[in-house]
């Protein structure tokens, strides 16, 4: 199965918005609402900021936002601040299994 | 506090065999999956497997069936990811991670895996 589709970097002043998009095909992002999407910093951990396309647990900012349309999902994070600066994935179930984005690098100018 | 534990950084020569593990607490073990994903040196996640320590039931990623075993042990709340001839290339951070209903809230610390050849 193949990974799904981000931008290897996007970027954005302190306070704008930043968009990054995730596609996938009909057996993965368009079959299931069961996308999530995760921040790893430089070291550490993944940790969830997304689930089910558009839910945050508890603890995450609400500056983070998702979203899906077909086969794309896109995660938005508004107010951009200087500890957003951070890989991005995205994950799908595909109807057994699971499959990571290829990452996306956001960079807080 | 709910929390996976992995076992600590491992220095290997290729062809040893090798057994990680991930114990989980302050939840009931067998009512989530367990995940690992593996992420190589400077690149992105990918899933190895899952596995449901309630049934055992297991499912690969088929990039690696036949390369790894994972498995898990109930009584002591803890799972596993097995090699049982490395490579230089399973040199890489693996990660655990509990999943319910699609979503993957909790993950471990990570170990590092290094191989040499």
């Known amino acids: 199965q193949s990974a799904l589709t981000q931008p290897p970097s996007a970027s954005g002043s302190p306070g704008q918005s930043v968009t990054i998009s995730c596609t996938g095909t009909?057996?993965?992002?368009?079959?299931?609402?069961?996308v999530s999407w995760y921040q790893q910093h430089p070291g550490k951990a993944p940790k969830l900021i997304i689930y089910e396309v558009t839910k945050r647990p508890s603890g995450v900012p609400d500056r983070f936002s998702g979203s899906k349309s077909g086969n794309t999902a896109s995660l938005t994070v508004s107010g951009l601040q200087a500890e957003d600066e951070s890989d991005y994935y995205c994950?799908?179930?595909?109807?057994?299994?699971?499959?990571f984005g290829t990452g996306t690098k956001v960079t807080v100018l | 506090e709910v929390q996976l534990v992995q076992s600590g950084a491992e220095v290997k020569k290729s062809g040893e065999s090798l057994k990680i593990s991930c114990q989980g607490s302050g939840y009931t073990f067998t009512t989530y999956w367990i995940g690992w994903v593996r992420q190589m040196p400077g690149r992105g996640l990918e899933w190895m497997g899952i596995?449901?320590?309630?049934?055992?039931?297991?499912r690969y990623n088929p990039s690696f069936q036949g390369q790894v075993t994972i498995s898990a042990d109930k009584s002591i709340s803890t799972a596993y990811l097995q090699w049982s001839s490395l490579k230089a290339s399973d040199t890489a951070m693996y990660y655990c991670?509990?999943?319910?209903?699609?979503?993957?809230?909790?993950w471990g610390q990570g170990t590092v895996v290094t191989v040499s050849s």
């Open positions: 009909s057996s993965d992002v368009g079959g299931y609402n069961y």
């Open positions: 596995i449901s320590p309630g049934d055992s039931d297991t």
């Open positions: 991670s509990r999943g319910y209903v699609g979503t993957w809230d909790i």
């Open positions: 994950s799908s179930y595909t109807g057994r299994l699971f499959v």
